[in-house]
């Protein structure tokens, strides 16, 4: 299947900053996306999700906005604190979330600066 | 609530062996998929089985097979293990609606040697 990428493989931030994570996909028929979160030692933790037919969707802190024109998606953390470092991950899917998995990216490494 | 939880954590086997790993499903979920993470890239899809049978694969040899149980946990069997066979195996289950996002358990880790 076509692939899921990630602008940056780092992101640095100051503490209380907010953070934007960027996600690149090449799948127009995707319908369905989604943000992990992966703490080292840990599998993926579930961020917040958002189908192709809304353009942005907000959780706690959280903010996902999709772009279907240039197939752009970015997580927005409002007012980032040290338990936010981790690996950031957008996954996609073209089939309703169904029987043909979720394609992945590479993954974003956000750091927290003090 | 029950998380998804996963046996063992980590695992080390030689070459040309199989293995099978275990996967208990988050309760209230009847959908199960099994993801390979090698180090340092995302999560690549397996399969996924509901209603105890192989709904959906990925790009991965037949020597991956897997199971449901009727209370809908899993297992992952690989036959004939390589090198390159080294990863962490996730599994996640789910609900079978399509608004439903998978949730993970914390893999377990496989070395072949």
């Known amino acids: 299947g076509e692939s899921v990428g990630l602008h940056l493989p780092t992101l640095s931030v100051q503490e209380g900053d907010n953070s934007i994570i960027n996600c690149a996909y090449s799948?127009?028929?995707?319908?369905?996306f989604i943000w992990y979160k992966q703490e080292s030692g840990k599998g993926p933790q579930f961020i917040i999700d958002i189908r192709s037919n809304m353009d942005k969707r907000q959780g706690q802190r959280v903010t996902v906005l999709l772009n279907k024109t240039v197939k752009h998606l970015s997580l927005q953390i409002a007012a980032t604190q040290p338990g936010d470092s981790a690996v950031y991950f957008c996954?996609?899917?073209?089939?309703?979330?169904?029987?043909?998995?979720?394609?992945f990216g590479k993954g974003t490494h956000l750091i927290i600066q003090p | 609530e029950t998380g998804v939880t996963q046996s063992p954590t980590h695992l080390i086997k030689t070459r040309g062996q199989q293995v099978t790993l275990r996967c208990s499903s988050q309760?209230?979920?009847?959908?199960v998929s099994w993801y390979q993470q090698a180090l340092g890239q995302g999560p690549q899809f397996i399969f996924q089985y509901y209603r105890e049978e192989e709904n959906g694969r990925g790009n991965f040899p037949p020597r991956f097979s897997g199971l449901q149980f009727p209370n809908y946990s899993s297992e992952l069997n690989v036959n004939a293990l390589e090198l390159d066979d080294s990863a962490l195996y996730l599994c996640?289950?789910?609900?079978?609606?399509?608004?439903?996002?998978?949730?993970f358990g914390n893999g377990t880790r496989l070395t072949v040697t």
């Open positions: 799948n127009s028929a995707s319908d369905y």
């Open positions: 309760s209230g979920h009847n959908t």
């Open positions: 996954a996609e899917n073209d089939r309703g979330g169904g029987a043909d998995g979720l394609t």
């Open positions: 996640a289950s789910s609900f079978s609606g399509v608004n439903s996002p998978l949730h």
